[in-house]
């Protein structure tokens, strides 16, 4: 070997110097290795994200030169109440959907298994046109056992009347595994005020980390819940009006972040 790059001293025969291919190539690959080792001693560079809208299996094989993911993880949100249809002198208004929980963890490629199993939640679906009764719930997302968001809960379905009421909006319990956990937002009550036009309001849906709640209305059809996990927005009539559903939430997502 007759000399080195200045930078990562990668060995090079110059004119004139002796024939040595086996030796060169010895020190060649060994210089590369060492300051290939010394890259992933300083930490780690992004190499592509994974996106998972609907349920899969993460195969680690497929990404050989992974050595670190960043999960995150979004349940699916809530559905917003329905409202039951009204007679004269008569409002309703339906409560909001609960947003999706989130979870976020940092994980070895080396520490998983050879596949694993990953589930996008379910939005929950839209509350309907009876007195009683709440709209669907979001399912869970997760990535095998590590990472797991709950979904939102559905929000209440209105009755018709003519007194001042709130009806509930959804905010049940929910759990998170992670390093990070956040909770989705509960959804807003729905409002009855009056016996007029315009005196009833439907919930808003909550919020998720990586979407949002579908918006209060009033005499109309829930709003769906936006982006992932958001929670959909309860429905509101004004009297003598037909059943109105509430909006759908928004279903959950699984974003995998892999650097080698």
């Known amino acids: 070997m007759a000399d080195t790059t ?5 060995p090079y025969q110059e004119p004139g110097d002796p024939p040595d291919g086996a030796s060169l190539g010895q020190d060649l690959a060994e210089a590369v290795e060492t300051a290939l080792g010394g890259l ?21 094989a497929t990404y050989p030169s992974a050595r670190l993911a960043r999960i995150r993880v979004q349940g699916g949100g809530g559905g917003g109440g329905g409202t039951q249809a009204t007679a004269a002198g008569q409002v309703a208004a339906g409560g909001g959907g609960q ?24 939005a929950g679906t839209a509350g309907g046109t009876g007195g009683s009764g709440t709209a669907g719930a979001g399912t869970a997302s997760s990535f095998g056992t590590t990472v797991v968001a709950a979904g939102g809960a559905g929000g209440a ?31 807003g009550y729905g409002v009855r005020l009056g016996t007029v036009a315009g005196q009833s309001n439907g919930g808003v849906g909550g919020g998720s980390t ?9 005499n109309t059809a829930g709003e769906n819940g936006r982006g992932y ?6 429905a ?22 892999l650097y080698a």
Do not use: C, H, W
């Open 99 to 122: 947003g999706g929980a989130y979870a976020e963890s940092l994980v070895t490629v080396a520490s998983m298994a050879a596949s694993v199993t990953v589930t996008v939640g379910a």
């Open 157 to 187: 379905n209105g009755g018709a009347g003519g007194t001042a009421f709130a009806v509930i909006g959804a905010s049940g319990a929910q759990t998170a595994t992670g390093d990070i956990q956040i909770l989705g937002g509960g959804g």
């Open 6 to 10: 200045a930078r990562y001293g990668f």
């Open 40 to 60: 992933e001693d300083r930490g780690y560079l992004f190499l592509q994200r994974v996106l998972f809208t609907a349920s899969g299996t993460f195969t680690k």
């Open 229 to 234: 996990g958001g929670g959909g927005g309860g």
């Open 236 to 257: 509101s009539n004004d009297p003598s009006a037909s059943g109105k559903t509430g909006g759908a939430g928004a279903p959950g997502v699984v974003i995998i972040d």
């Open 210 to 218: 990586l979407g949002q709640g579908g918006g209060a209305r009033i």
